[in-house]
């Protein structure tokens, strides 16, 4: 199938590289001219492991093109997917704005069906207005049959994680189509007929409420799961156990209950914001979430005390710190605790070094005064507190005996709960882990 993607960020790119290894022809579009010119080059601008090489691949097998204009893609495509961003607005609800504006440009280049796919998250109803912007825009451009032209609105989520995006594409644990026609419902079977697993059809709200209602629950297990490890902290249990425990239980799981310094990204905080605030205009208070938000907050400001508790004085003291990313395996640093957890430190009058296997060029771009390391032995050198910040696999295999020696100070803060303590502990680091029952 002819197929187009409107907006060419991180959704956009990793849905357009995989449909056109599903066999499509796809047309990949973006408003920004230096994106698409490195794109059509080869050259994918972010992190995600397998996705420049299938990109390639796709060009080679001349699947895959890119371009600026929406008009040219749409006219050539019977399926068009809006995956533009959505940014929050200061009250935490979703910009829709790009959404509107290219709803609008489908509706003038329309001249023959089409289905447009919202792929973007966006709040309930969004699907219906952009069926309502393209109805009041469709005439313009279809003089001769006198806005008659045929077209359906889908809602089809994505639950693709950075890091393991393609994967996550290739093999979901659902679909979710949102649909107003049974033509709308067989063509987005059609595109997704290689794929394996199980398809929930429902209407528009519905998907789009799957979505919200999905990131806010995971964002709601690792809230769960981080103020249990305040309280294993404060009775004396340890929360990897507690999360063994709890998730041999097919009703709970064991994913997505691992504690830490909070979750980041470009999707759960925003999310999580989004569905507040829509719940609150649609007259529900969401206090749940609202406490969701809160413990994650509060999860960053327990680490600074800690560091604080056991570094004593802050003031001018060295701090290493591993990980920047908000998780492994990608550079993106949007919303990373990471940041939270430096500025805060430097506020304090603390210097600091920092060493991140991808994402130290963004992290250059929005910290100020922090000394980059080209790997974490020269971040430990003479440190006061060495922080791990994001999982990355390499940290687990660093040689501590060396690090330690070359630190100032022993003391460890593990943030992610990734390095083994005992371990740490037997050749003289002092560890601290994030609910391992310190008793406070
Ligand atoms: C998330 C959703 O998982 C995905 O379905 C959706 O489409 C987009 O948002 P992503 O943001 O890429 O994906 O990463 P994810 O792996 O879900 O992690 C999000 C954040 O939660 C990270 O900061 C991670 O460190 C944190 N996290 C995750 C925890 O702190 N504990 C956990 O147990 C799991």
Redesign the pocket.
């Known amino acids: 199938m002819n197929i187009a993607i409107i907006g060419s960020g991180y959704v956009g790119l990793v849905t357009g590289v995989c449909l056109a290894s599903l066999g499509h022809q796809v047309i990949c579009v973006d408003n920004v001219k230096e994106k698409i010119l490195k794109l059509k080059k080869g050259i994918v601008p972010i992190f995600e492991p397998g996705l420049e090489s299938l990109m390639r691949e796709m060009m080679k097998k001349k699947r895959l093109t890119f371009g600026f204009s929406i008009k040219e893609a749409a006219r050539k495509s019977t399926a068009i997917f809006i995956a533009v961003g959505t940014p929050s607005k200061k009250s935490g609800e979703a910009d829709l704005t790009y959404v509107e504006n290219v709803a609008r440009e489908i509706a003038a280049s329309m001249d023959s069906y089409k289905l447009i796919v919202e792929k973007s998250t966006v709040p309930a109803d969004t699907g219906n207005r952009i069926k309502r912007t393209i109805m009041l825009n469709l005439s313009k451009s279809d003089k001769t049959k006198k806005g008659k032209i045929d077209f359906d609105v889908a809602s089809n989520p994505?639950?693709?994680?950075?890091?393991s995006a393609i994967e996550d594409f290739m093999n979901p644990d659902r679909l979710v189509f949102g649909v107003e026609s049974k033509k709308a419902e067989m063509l987005l079977r059609e595109i997704y007929k290689p794929i394996k697993t199980p398809i929930v059809v429902t209407n528009i709200n519905s998907a789009e409420m799957i979505k919200h209602a999905s990131?806010s629950f995971?964002a709601t297990k690792?809230s769960f799961?981080n103020a249990l490890a305040q309280v294993c902290d404060r009775v004396g249990a340890d929360i990897l156990k507690v999360a063994e425990g709890m998730g041999f239980d097919k009703r709970i799981g064991r994913s997505?209950?691992?504690a830490?310094i909070?979750?980041?990204?470009?999707?759960?905080p925003k999310d999580v914001d989004a569905f507040i605030r829509l719940s609150e205009k649609s007259g529900y208070h969401f206090n749940l979430l609202k406490e969701v938000r809160n413990v994650n907050e509060q999860q960053k400001a327990a680490f600074l005390q800690l560091i604080e508790d056991k570094l004593w004085i802050v003031k001018n003291k060295m701090i290493g710190v591993l990980g920047i990313a908000?998780?492994p395996d990608t550079d993106d640093i949007r919303n990373a605790p990471a940041l939270d957890i430096i500025r805060a430190l430097q506020h304090e009058g603390a210097k600091v070094r920092a060493f991140d296997p991808q994402a130290m060029d963004q992290a250059k771009k929005v910290l100020k005064g922090v000394g980059f390391c080209a790997n974490a032995y020269s971040v430990a050198k003479g440190c006061d507190a060495l922080l791990l910040l994001t999982e990355w696999e390499e940290f687990k295999n660093l040689d501590y005996q060396k690090i330690r020696q070359s630190m100032r100070q022993p003391l460890i803060f593990d943030g992610r709960n990734m390095l083994h303590e005992k371990e740490l502990s037997d050749s003289g680091f002092e560890y601290y882990g994030i609910g391992r029952g310190r008793v406070l």
């Not at 994505?158 to 890091?163: A, D, P, Q, V």
């Not at 909070?262 to 759960?268: A, I, K, W």
């Open positions: 994505e639950f693709l994680r950075e890091g990131n995971l690792i799961a997505f209950l691992n830490g909070g979750y980041g990204g470009s999707c759960f908000f998780k």
